[in-house]
């Protein structure tokens, strides 16, 4: 039979499975990370290429900061803004070399 073959009936085998479970279980242990308190949540900010692509201009960038910062929205009642929800970037992404921009 072929290894890949020989490799499937092996795991049929109660005693193997269960080796490779733990195998499989120490490694997800492992990989568990450093609880050192980054990366609790993703990085989160704005670009303006996924709205905008190169139709920008100064006011329109300026325009967005605004509402980052506005506290126009609520979150439980209480006044909050993109940054009060830890969006702490906002850029531009491409099209700033544009001269009319």
């Known amino acids: ?4 073959h020989s490799f499937v009936v092996c795991l049929r ?10 195998v499989c279980a120490g490694l997800c242990v492992l990989a ?9 949540v993703p990085p989160r900010g704005w670009r ?6 190169c139709n920008i201009t ?3 960038i300026e325009a967005q900061y605004s509402e980052m910062v ?7 009642g209480v006044p909050t803004s993109l940054l009060d929800l ?14 009319d921009s």
Do not use: E
Request: aromatic share 8%; net charge positive.
């Open 70 to 76: 506005s506290r126009s929205r609520s979150v439980d």
């Open 48 to 53: 303006s290429w996924n709205q905008f692509q």
């Open 13 to 22: 085998s109660p005693g193997t499975t269960m080796i490779a479970l733990l």
């Open 86 to 99: 830890g969006y702490h970037s906002a850029g531009i992404d491409d099209c700033w070399q544009k001269c």
């Open 32 to 40: 568990a990370g450093i609880d050192n308190g980054l990366g609790l």
């Open 58 to 60: 100064q006011r329109l």
């Open 1 to 4: 039979s072929s290894p890949r």
